[in-house]
């Protein structure tokens, strides 16, 4: 199995800045994509972010200009920067990857998410 641990989070003023990360673990053969995601109370979980490789990424248009998705491959790591952060940024930000472990074949896996909170 895989294990995604998210860290980065926390109170910040708008216009502050962020940075998440996320990093797997397990007996990991590869790993196809990585993303985040956040979900604001009451609210669906949203895609933010997609990273495939440093020249394949996707960002909702909410987050464009703002936020930027990056990987480390040898650290199985993936980063959110997030500048100019908003109140509505406001949330529970999630890890999900798709990759493929001994055992297991491919199957997505997700984090336990990280609180964002964007006050003054």
């Known amino acids: 199995q895989v294990q995604l641990v998210e860290s980065g989070g926390g109170l910040v003023q708008p216009g502050g800045s962020l940075r998440l990360s996320c990093t797997a673990s397990?007996?990991?053969?590869?790993?196809?994509?990585m993303c985040w995601y956040l979900q604001a109370p009451g609210k669906e979980r949203d895609l933010v972010a997609v990273?495939?490789?440093?020249?394949?990424?996707n960002y909702a248009d909410f987050v464009k200009g703002r936020f930027t998705i990056s990987r480390d491959n040898a650290k199985n790591t993936v980063y959110l920067q997030m500048n100019s952060l908003k109140p509505e940024d406001t949330a529970v930000y999630y890890c999900?990857?798709?990759?493929?472990?001994?055992?297991?074949?491919?199957?997505?896996?997700w984090g336990q998410g990280t609180q964002v909170t964007v006050s003054s």
């Open positions: 999900n990857t798709e990759a493929y472990s001994t055992g297991y074949g491919v199957r997505s896996y």
């Open positions: 397990g007996r990991i053969f590869n790993i196809n994509r």
């Open positions: 990273i495939i490789s440093v020249v394949s990424t």
